[in-house]
């Protein structure tokens, strides 16, 4: 667990640098997306840098040759040889045996003591870690358990590129996962509903879903991490900037700021994309 801690830390520093780089210097400008791929390339550097060993070993040769006639050059008188060892030169081996004795009762006693109680052994660090990482995981998963429910009820209508899902949403929510665009079809115009398509279809073309659920679960096990929660964020506010550039270079800007005004979401969905999430002075 120590190991672990300290790898976080260390992936926290490099997310913390990466990200004050992005917010400081990239945020503002129109490079969308280049910043996707900057705030992508972040995290994996920030889990992988951690795991690169940068020790250098450096071995030397021993002489063996050298070694031996050093020794037999010193030519130790066998008295002194046998005393190191604790034996007298009359072949007594009490000195020998002591220590060996001492070690046998040392080892008997230690075998002998009691075994710390399993409270003792417990790791309440890891409890902590674990218990958080389930709750923060189960999340994850009631919220994808969510999408494809409403994909599961709803009604499927196979398009070019992707699946339309009919859902009765009371208000103008729509959002894309994957494949899929959830909506309620009735409570748009003709005009609305073209442009909500290929807004969406720039979410499914461009995989921006892979970035969410990625980045979701990256949150689940280091839930401790705050850093994780703005990177999600920031890589949902630039598929946002990506689609709504797209979607208005083909239609009059203003008739596109217009319908971001009249469809925007209330807030950006934890999985998926919602249209009209991000403010428009900067999506234009």
């Given at each position: ?21 992005y917010h400081w210097m990239f945020r503002g400008n129109t490079f969308h997306q280049w ?80 075994l710390p109680s399993l409270k003792a052994k417990i790791n309440w660090w890891v409890v ?17 358990g969510k999408v494809c429910l409403l994909g599961w009820r709803g009604i499927k209508t ?127």
């Amino acid at each position: 667990m120590n190991n672990f801690l300290f790898y976080s830390l260390q992936v926290a520093v490099c997310l913390g640098v990466l990200y004050l780089l992005y917010h400081w210097m990239f945020r503002g400008n129109t490079f969308h997306q280049w910043n996707r791929l900057f705030l992508l390339g972040a995290i994996i550097f920030s889990l992988l840098a951690p795991l690169g060993d940068f020790e250098v070993h450096i071995t030397t040769p021993i002489n063996i040759d050298g070694l031996v006639n050093t020794i037999e050059e010193t030519n130790l008188p066998s008295q002194s040889l046998a005393e190191s060892l604790g034996v007298s030169s009359n072949g007594n081996s009490d000195a020998l045996s002591q220590p060996i004795t001492q070690h046998k009762q040392q080892l008997g006693q230690a075998v002998n003591q009691p075994l710390p109680s399993l409270k003792a052994k417990i790791n309440w660090w890891v409890v902590a870690y674990l218990f958080g990482f389930a709750i923060a995981l189960g999340l994850f998963f009631i919220r994808l358990g969510k999408v494809c429910l409403l994909g599961w009820r709803g009604i499927k209508t196979k398009q070019d590129g992707f699946t339309e899902v009919h859902v009765p949403f009371r208000n103008k929510q729509v959002f894309s996962f994957f494949g899929f665009i959830f909506l309620n079809r009735e409570l748009f115009s003709v005009k609305e509903y073209d442009l909500l398509i290929q807004h969406e279809r720039v979410h499914i073309q461009q995989w921006h879903s892979l970035d969410v659920v990625q980045i979701e679960f990256l949150q689940a096990i280091f839930w401790f991490n705050p850093l994780f929660w703005l990177l999600r964020k920031a890589i949902q506010n630039e598929h946002e900037y990506l689609a709504d550039r797209q979607t208005a270079e083909a239609i009059n800007k203003s008739q596109y700021a217009q319908a971001l005004l009249n469809l925007a979401a209330a807030k950006q969905p934890r999985l998926g994309n919602a249209f009209a999430y991000v403010p428009i002075t900067t999506a234009l």
